[in-house]
């Protein structure tokens, strides 16, 4: 069978008044036909929100090539997205510690599309700019991107299986241009998630090497996927799995409405609650 159809179901799922019924109830009539009337085939219908059903009416621009954080958006329904990576350098240094480096830079990923894209002729202007940085943070607290090499790459696995716990975090940026003049022209709302991950210490040097041969861990930071093969490097998280993926999706939904809200309305607290605090490690 072709990979690419072994994820899609032979028939649709089962509604819920069906779902509930004894098996007896599924059994076929006489005709050849269900004594139950099946949902339409396809994939579920996208959130019916009213701020998310505004938002499909315009450009959603993801500034990053993520694969996977594409494919978290689709998990809300929000499917017609153009990529446009940034060209952001990540540069920033490291001493300026974990948080303040992964939301700087996410920051300046949307800042920098937000830019090139606000005055885009062709496809017109963004509804909303999604920038995200995803940054792992070793235990004694130093910042890990991508793996430079086969070797780096090796080494990196074997320091986090052996320091045992880490940090990912994620920072994501959304962007809105305003309608009004009001300056600076946007508004940007910003958010920092943790997950903890624990490795499993006794994954030998050789199911380490054997993953990193794969490549699947190339272009993540840390160096290994828990949506992949690289799930068998872990033995546990704390906090949310879709950040460890790439894109912490509560957390993102919560910016999108946020930043959808019309322009003027005043906020008397802030939407999320301890996720600027500086890591105390």
Do not use: W
């Not at 994620?170 to 022209?185: C, H, K």
């Amino acid at each position: 069978m072709d990979s690419k159809h072994q994820l899609i179901p032979s028939e649709p799922p089962p509604s819920y008044d069906e779902a509930r019924k004894s098996p007896l109830a599924h059994s076929r009539s006489p005709s050849g036909t269900s004594g139950v009337k099946r949902p339409p085939p396809g994939p579920p219908p996208p959130l019916n929100l009213p701020f998310l059903n505004e938002l499909r009416k315009s450009r959603i621009v993801l500034a990053s090539a993520s694969p996977r954080r594409r494919q978290l958006l689709a998990q809300i329904g929000l499917t017609k997205i153009d990529i446009c990576p940034s060209k952001f350098a990540e540069d920033l240094p490291h001493s300026l510690g974990a948080l303040n480096y992964v939301l700087e830079t996410a920051s300046a990923k949307a800042h920098d599309v937000y830019k090139t894209e606000i005055n885009n002729t062709e496809r017109g202007e963004p509804g909303i700019v999604i920038a995200a940085d995803t940054i792992i943070v070793s235990h004694d607290g130093r910042i890990l991107e991508k793996p430079r090499s086969e070797a780096d790459h090796i080494a990196m696995l074997k320091m986090l299986r052996d320091q045992g716990e880490h940090k990912v975090m994620t920072a994501v940026a959304v962007m809105r241009p305003l309608e009004s003049a009001t300056e600076p022209g946007y508004n940007m709302e910003t958010h920092v998630e943790e997950t903890n991950v624990k490795f499993d210490g006794d994954v030998s040097d050789e199911t380490i090497l054997a993953y990193v041969r794969t490549r699947d861990g190339n272009d993540k930071a840390g160096g290994y996927g828990i949506q992949t093969a690289g799930s068998i490097l872990i033995e546990r998280i704390e906090g949310s799995y879709d950040n460890v993926v790439g894109l912490p999706l509560r957390a993102t939904l919560k910016l999108i409405e946020k930043v959808m809200e019309p322009e003027g309305d005043v906020h008397d607290e802030d939407f999320f609650v301890d996720s600027r605090e500086e890591d105390s490690d």
